[in-house]
């Protein structure tokens, strides 16, 4: 594990998350949808999902670095305007699995595919309707010392994982195990 910093926004009710919000862990991600380590990471989290099962609660924040990914904030605006239909998660998993072709007009093709109405999409696209969203999100990751992608928190400290899917693995059951001994209830930030 290298760098540990604290998350500063505590996990809330506006958080795109998977999970009971009463699972003993809470694993926060920061992510891109243009960085390929962030695309990667995506099968880490769906491995430790399986394995703590409802021991766990997901949440993913956007932390596009525009400065390197042009088309990520798009990306990232994409998956709010389908949070807005209700399909944030089924937009999230496929902008990652078609992460190769993200201009505009792609992003559009994969609301469609996925069921969005398109008026309504278009609509807030053009209005920049949830940047103020990405916007908050960003600035919990730079709060939080995030320079890199993935960043992952979990009981609080911020960690940035080497490419090692058992690192990560281990670390979060050994979290949540020891988090499991003190308290069932509590949310971890």
């Not at 990652?96 to 996925?114: S, V």
């Amino acid at each position: 594990m290298t760098g540990q910093t604290r998350l500063t926004i505590p996990v809330n009710e506006l958080d795109h998350s998977q999970g009971s919000i009463t699972a003993p862990v809470t694993l926060v991600q920061y992510g891109d949808y243009e960085c390929p380590y962030t695309r990667r990471s995506t099968v880490v989290v769906r491995a430790i999902q399986q394995q703590l099962g409802d021991q766990l609660r997901f949440v993913f924040r956007n932390f596009p670095l525009i400065e390197i990914h042009p088309h990520a904030l798009s990306a990232a605006l994409a998956a709010e305007n389908a949070a807005t239909q209700g399909k944030f998660w089924l937009m999230h998993d496929t902008i990652f699995h078609h992460q190769h072709t993200l201009q505009d007009e792609d992003l559009a093709r994969l609301a469609a595919e996925i069921g969005l109405d398109l008026q309504q999409y278009e609509r807030d696209m053009v209005a920049l309707r949830n940047l103020d969203r990405v916007e908050k999100d960003r600035e919990g990751a730079n709060r939080a010392e995030c320079k890199e992608h993935p960043r992952f928190s979990s009981m609080g400290a911020c960690i940035s994982v080497p490419g090692s899917r058992t690192h990560c693995l281990q670390h979060s059951k050994q979290r949540a195990r020891d988090k499991c001994r003190e308290t069932k209830r509590e949310i971890i930030y």
